[in-house]
């Protein structure tokens, strides 16, 4: 699940995605109930993550074992994504990989809130197992 954040830049203009009232969603996630639409762009947002990261990164890397990190950005009013953080960057090969993939998402339909168009703040915790 997608778990929050203490997210200090959240102002009249942006609510976490948790919390909106009209989550941003993909069309192929498209549901009348708001906690579906919810869960299902989570669930397509970290198979895209799976997906697209390059596997050449994972062999390059110096990490092995289990190493995570969690990604945040910004969904803006538009469906884009924008402001991609990496926290706990150690690894700087992996930290921009997982940047890469995170801008490279599709466009998605734009959330609201109380019935205003809203930017939305998501994170993503992104856990990779680096064998030696």
């Given at each position: ?29 498209d549901?009348?109930?708001m ?6 762009t989570?669930?397509?947002v ?15 890397s ?42 490279s998402?599709p466009?998605?339909?734009p959330?609201?809130?109380?019935g ?17």
């Open positions: 699940p997608n778990h929050s954040f203490n997210f200090n830049d959240l102002g009249r203009d942006r609510v976490e995605f948790n919390s909106i009232t009209e989550p941003p969603y993909y069309s192929s996630c549901n009348t109930d906690e579906l639409r919810r869960a299902c989570e669930e397509a970290a198979a895209y993550v799976n997906t697209y990261f390059s596997p050449e990164v994972y062999k390059n110096k990490v092995s074992g289990r190493y995570e990190m969690t990604a945040s950005f910004l969904i803006d009013t538009e469906g884009n994504i924008q402001d991609v953080k990496i926290r706990n960057d150690s690894n700087k090969a992996l930290s921009a990989e997982a940047k890469r993939v995170l801008e998402l466009q998605m339909k959330g609201k809130h109380k205003k168009p809203m930017a939305a703040l998501y994170t993503q915790p992104i856990i990779y197992n680096v064998k030696p």
